[in-house]
């Protein structure tokens, strides 16, 4: 069973910074696309940032530039960090991590295409 766990999530003021964590669990393979997305109550589902088994970044261009994407561990049991600076308030929301395994070839923002999610973090950004 494949499983994702996210972490690092909680307030903090605007302009200030977070790191998110997702520990991988449970896939024995390299070739997938991770990434993070987020949704705010009563809206869709947005993605944030994804990555390809060869590194390939891709952002939402609205984030590009304040959220940045990191891998660690290994191929098969990855840790995936997304560093979230200069929060807004309309940042806010519930950060899930989510894998790919079957459209990996093509790694999108489509929250669609991911078949495995994470219980989700919730940051709040708010003075």
């Known amino acids: 069973q494949v499983l994702l766990e996210e972490s690092g999530g909680g307030s903090v003021q605007p302009g200030g910074s977070l790191r998110l964590s997702c520990t991988v669990s449970g896939y024995a393979d390299d070739k997938y696309c991770i990434g993070w997305f987020r949704q705010v109550p009563g809206k869709e589902t947005e993605g944030v940032v994804v990555r390809d088994q060869l590194g390939g970044i891709l952002y939402s261009d609205p984030l590009k530039g304040r959220f940045t994407l990191t891998l660690a561990g290994t191929k098969t049991k990855p840790v995936l960090y997304l560093q979230m600076d200069s929060l807004k308030a309309e940042d806010t929301a519930t950060y899930y991590c989510?894998?790919?395994?079957?459209?990996?070839?093509?790694?999108?923002?489509?929250?669609?295409?991911?078949?495995?999610w994470g219980q989700g973090t919730q940051v709040t950004v708010s003075s």
């Open positions: 989510a894998l790919n395994t079957i459209g990996w070839r093509s790694c999108t923002l489509t929250p669609g295409s991911y078949e495995t």
